[in-house]
């Protein structure tokens, strides 16, 4: 079992900055890889960036250049610093962390916190 708690979400001008923080507690040793996502209301959650344990990345198009997804090992802590936020960056952005146990693939997701950007 891995628990997830997301933070620094809020209101933020256009062009502003933003930095979300995800705490990873429980299974640590069992996370492959960990992302953000995000939900528009009535849409689909989609992938924003991921990070694998040998620290690998990937972005979704929309937010390449302007996001960078990162660890702290030593704090089981996740970062998604946002730059250039755009409105349509608004979205309840929410942290999953992917688990192997022998052959077997589970999905842990946070709470969510909302990220809104508007003048």
């Known amino acids: 079992q891995v628990q997830l708690v997301e933070s620094g979400g809020g209101l933020v001008q256009p062009g502003g900055s933003l930095r979300l923080s995800c705490a990873a507690s429980?299974?640590?040793?069992?996370?492959?890889?960990m992302a953000w996502y995000r939900q528009v209301s009535g849409k689909q959650r989609t992938l924003v960036a991921g990070?694998?344990?040998?620290?690998?990345?990937n972005y979704a198009d929309s937010v390449k250049g302007r996001f960078t997804i990162s660890n702290d090992n030593a704090k089981n802590t996740m970062y998604l610093q946002m730059d250039s936020l755009k409105p349509e960056d608004t979205a309840v952005y929410y942290c999953?962390?992917?688990?192997?146990?022998?052959?077997?693939?589970?999905?842990?997701w946070g709470q969510g916190t909302q990220v809104t950007v508007s003048s």
């Open positions: 999953n962390a992917k688990t192997l146990v022998v052959t077997t693939w589970y999905d842990y």
């Open positions: 429980g299974s640590i040793s069992s996370i492959y890889r």
């Open positions: 990070i694998t344990r040998g620290g690998s990345t």
